[in-house]
């Protein structure tokens, strides 16, 4: 069984940074792509930034410049550097890992922008 374990949420003021971080841990044999999601109340899921194995990234348009997805695979961790936060990038930002080739999400971190 797989864990993926989210922090570094909160609360800051428009053009603030906040880093997210991702662990997964648990019966791992390989971590394959690793990414971001987010959902704001009343919006479906979207997708924000995903890493390969290789470390090739792809960012969605929304937070391209602003946002730097990385990895640590040695930790088994993603990360969401992001800058020059803006009111509409509140959401609830998710990760999915896949691990041996299955996804797995985390449970979530709040991430709330004040003007």
């Known amino acids: 069984q797989v864990q993926l374990v989210e922090s570094g949420g909160g609360l800051v003021q428009a053009g603030g940074s906040l880093r997210l971080s991702c662990a997964a841990s648990?019966?791992?044999?390989?971590?394959?792509?690793m990414g971001w999601y987010r959902q704001a109340p009343g919006n479906q899921r979207e997708w924000v930034a995903t890493?390969?194995?290789?470390?090739?990234?792809n960012y969605a348009n929304f937070v391209k410049g602003r946002f730097t997805i990385s990895r640590d695979n040695a930790k088994n961790t993603v990360y969401l550097q992001m800058n020059s936060l803006k009111l509409e990038d509140t959401a609830v930002y998710y990760c999915?890992?896949?691990?041996?080739?299955?996804?797995?999400w985390g449970q979530g971190t709040q991430v709330t922008v004040s003007s």
């Open positions: 648990g019966s791992i044999f390989s971590v394959n792509g």
């Open positions: 999915k890992v896949l691990v041996d080739g299955r996804p797995s």
């Open positions: 890493i390969t194995g290789g470390g090739r990234t």
